[in-house]
């Protein structure tokens, strides 16, 4: 079995910064890429950043300059630093990793549990 566990998520006020972070887990052959999806009630997932095996990054464009994605390879690791936050950047973050199992052909995505964060004074 894979597991994605984020954490970090919370309460911030404008203008501050998180940090979040997932660790992938379980029989993982290979992992392509990583990223941050987040969404908010009645909307649709959004991607917020990507990263690949290769470490080249993509990012939405209301983050650029804002947020920073990383990753920890050795670890299965990937991190999300979030500076000068705004309201809307409020959301269920979630962690999305393109892997391959050892006990599988292709890779597949899969999806942490989501951690919330809240941008308000």
């Known amino acids: 079995q894979v597991q994605l566990v984020e954490s970090g998520g919370g309460l911030v006020q404008p203008g501050g910064s998180l940090r979040l972070s997932c660790t992938a887990s379980?029989?993982?052959?290979?992992?392509?890429?990583m990223g941050w999806y987040r969404q908010t009630p009645g909307k649709e997932r959004e991607l917020v950043a990507t990263i690949n095996s290769d470490g080249r990054t993509n990012y939405v464009d209301s983050v650029k300059g804002r947020f920073t994605i990383s990753t920890e390879n050795a670890k299965n690791m990937v991190y999300l630093q979030m500076n000068s936050l705004k309201p809307e950047d409020t959301a269920v973050y979630y962690c999305?990793?393109?892997?391959?199992?050892?006990?599988?052909?292709?890779?597949?995505?899969?999806w942490g549990q989501g951690t919330q964060v809240t941008v308000s004074s």
């Open positions: 379980g029989n993982i052959f290979r992992i392509s890429a």
């Open positions: 999305l990793a393109d892997l391959q199992r050892d006990t599988d052909w292709l890779s597949r995505n899969y």
